[in-house]
């Protein structure tokens, strides 16, 4: 066997910088194959989204079903789900091929402020995948809505926040402190929770670039690509995060829309043009 298959279950975004474009881009370059299952369509770019067309749960079942008696998958990671039916179909394939490493991102809102999640879906999140989860990925505003709370506003208060996202049945929680203001505005902070064990942190700097479309699909994309390749959750966390902080180092490089551009997923295969504008 050489190399290892990552599936994304996840919407698309017609700009590429989110979503299963994104995942695509950063299962490859971090070593993984990757696979796709199309839970939506949306008219998006850089500047927001106009339009979501939910795919069929009967369809999402059927790609899930077909690629998943043929081909072998060492990690999953899950994005935007859309509505219940949808996530139904995700649970139940979970079960039914004993999938592993699953990394859910609970995706509701882009980060234009356009909604990605039916309202009525967030408890299905919290009932039907919290629990199938290997490691749950949510920012702070998701995290107070998977609870029903207010964001938390300090590291203390994020680690009694993930400790109830443990109780919710999750193996381990990584609780992104990216809109955390204050003292923490020049650094970025998550906290890797799992139950009996002393949080974990995870810092770095907070890069000044107003290019960071799609960081959390990447992040948790990320995760799942490097799962099968690491000792451990924590490991698979730091170097994930480490090459997203990469990526956003170099995401003015691009020039791909005129509202908050993509992360550089390939920073490290572009050479020395990655330190330079791209010729026009």
């Known amino acids: ?90 649970a139940a394939a979970i079960d039914r091929y004993a999938l592993g490493n699953v990394v859910l991102d609970p995706v509701m809102v882009a980060k234009s402020g356009d909604r990605l999640l039916a309202a009525d879906a967030v408890a299905a999140v919290r009932t039907e995948l919290m629990p199938r989860a290997d490691l749950v990925t949510p920012n702070l505003p998701e995290a107070a809505e998977l609870l029903a709370e207010d964001e938390a506003a300090d590291l203390e208060a994020m680690a009694a926040q993930a400790d109830r996202l443990l109780r919710l049945g999750a193996r381990h929680v990584l609780l992104k402190g990216g809109h955390l203001g204050g003292s923490a505005s020049e650094r970025c902070t998550d906290l890797l929770a799992a139950p009996g064990r002393e949080p974990r942190t995870f810092t770095a700097e907070r890069v000044p670039t107003s290019n960071t479309h799609g960081t959390g699909c990447t992040l948790s994309s ?34 791909a829309g005129t509202g908050k551009g993509p992360v550089h997923h390939f920073h490290a295969w572009w050479g020395p043009a990655s330190d330079r504008p791209l010729p026009r």
């Open 1 to 90: 066997m050489s190399g290892y298959n990552i599936l994304s279950i996840a919407g698309s975004d017609p700009s590429g910088g989110a979503g299963i474009q994104a995942d695509l881009k950063t299962f490859s370059a971090l070593g993984g194959y990757g696979m796709t299952v199309v839970t939506a369509l949306t008219a998006q770019s850089t500047r927001g989204v106009t339009g979501v067309h939910p795919v069929p749960a009967a369809f999402v079942a059927d790609q899930l079903d077909t690629l998943l008696t043929d081909a072998r998958v060492d990690a999953v990671k899950i994005g935007m789900l859309a509505d219940t039916g949808v996530i139904a179909a995700v």
């Open 222 to 255: 990320a995760i799942a690509a490097l799962l099968p390749q690491r000792d451990g959750v924590a490991a698979a966390v730091r170097d994930a995060k480490a090459y997203l902080t990469a990526a956003l180092r170099h995401a003015d490089v691009l020039d």
